[in-house]
């Protein structure tokens, strides 16, 4: 077998010209006739009598799409296309056949081809086949690029933000504030959702034996239980519908990526560990941990309930707030199964007109415009 020697992998490039053709068959009528064809079209064709002509050609230009016949000698279209896979994923492969090779011809396309022509040629259907790989594979290159500059973002905001607590530590709880209303203002139908949380969970902590650091844990740990979401993308945070389950997947992540920016900044070391397990249940089926009854942490414990009722009260993208009297009913019924049920009973002796004083308290804050926003989330 004719071993290629390897190149290096292509880069992503969604600059490079996306119409040049390269032609592959070792019988000359072939190759003139879809090269005349396809350049009549527009497309900047090219040809190669053979793979390893081929092999040479892609070394020193890149090239949108192949189009190769399968049965060449030495090295064959298959061959060919095992190493277009590895040394040029981004290019295209259209595999020539006769009509009695189409099981051959199926089997490239398991292996990485976009599409198959046969011979005799109707050139319209070849065209019709370079139009549609073509379109895939820069639909692909397009999709692969967006998730490298998402990647680009988390990667760099997440950065910018462990960074800037750590440096601001002094400033503490006052920068702590405005760091997070720039997080709710990301999500415009829960904006001072996060202050909100940290006041309810702050009235509901006066019926418990906390001490001040607890207290103090709580404070922040509510006020920056969403920060994880900085790395969900707005295509799944922004949803009108229901998520898919693999959006939930992803969703469900905040909480480990809340956890890892905060967890190396010393002051913030007992909130994160309320941002770490916000999502555990009383019943033992809440994420990440799967934490049961009296293992969660009582900051956790708390917030739950009071993080659910902000939720349920607040409009989402894909429903509009529900009644406070509802969503306390509601809770009630979820006692010992999502919530602790000591946690719910002192939460629903509050009340409701208290809870609607914090709200728009809450909501005259939020008015103000915080600029460090503007700082956190550029891109």
């Known amino acids: 077998m004719l071993q290629i020697v390897g190149q290096k992998r292509q880069n992503v490039n969604l600059d490079q010209n996306t119409e040049k053709v390269l032609v592959v068959d070792d019988e000359p009528s072939i190759r003139k006739l879809l090269a005349e064809f396809l350049s009549s079209r527009g497309y ?45 994923p981004n290019t295209a492969v259209i595999m020539i056949t006769a009509v009695s090779e189409l099981q051959t011809a199926v089997d490239a396309m398991k292996k990485g081809a976009s599409d198959y022509i046969t011979k005799p040629f109707n050139l319209e259907e070849v065209l019709a086949s370079v139009k549609g790989s073509l379109s895939a594979r820069n639909d692909r290159l397009r999709e692969r690029q967006l998730k490298e500059n998402l ?36 999500e415009k139908e829960t904006r001072c959702h996060s ?4 006041r309810y969970s702050l009235r509901l902590a006066k019926v418990f034996d ?19 979401k900085i790395g969900v993308s707005d295509a799944i945070l922004l949803k009108p519908g229901k998520l898919t389950p693999e959006e939930w997947v992803e969703m469900k992540k905040h909480p480990v990526l809340g956890y890892n920016i905060l967890v190396g900044i010393q002051f913030l070391e007992g909130a994160a560990e309320l941002v770490l397990h916000h999502h555990e249940r009383w019943d033992g089926n809440g994420y990440p941990a799967g934490l049961k009854g009296r293992r969660i942490p009582l900051g956790a414990r708390l917030f739950s ?46 009340p409701q007109e208290e809870l609607d004083l914090i709200s728009r308290e809450c909501s005259l804050e939020a008015a103000y415009e915080i600029r460090f926003s503007e700082w956190v989330f550029s891109v």
């Open 305 to 350: 309930v009071v993080d659910t009722f902000d939720a349920m009260t607040s409009n989402r993208p894909y429903r509009a707030a529900l009644s406070p009297d509802f969503s306390r009913d509601e809770i009630a019924r979820q006692s010992g199964s999502q919530f602790d049920p000591e946690v719910v009973k002192a939460f629903l002796t509050i």
């Open 151 to 186: 990647k680009k973002i988390v990667e760099s905001k997440s950065f910018a933000l462990g960074s800037a607590l750590k440096t601001l530590e002094n400033q503490r709880d006052t920068t702590l504030e405005a760091l997070v209303k720039a997080l709710d203002a990301r």
């Open 210 to 228: 906390l001490s001040e650091q607890e207290l103090t844990n709580l404070s922040r740990g509510a006020l920056l239980h969403d920060i994880g």
């Open 195 to 198: 202050l909100r949380v940290q």
């Open 44 to 88: 900047a064709c090219e040809t190669a009598e053979s793979g390893e002509d081929a092999v040479e050609r892609l070394r020193s230009d890149g090239f949108a799409l192949v189009i190769s016949d399968i049965r060449m000698p030495r090295l064959t279209g298959l061959q060919l296309l095992n190493h277009l896979r590895q040394y040029h």
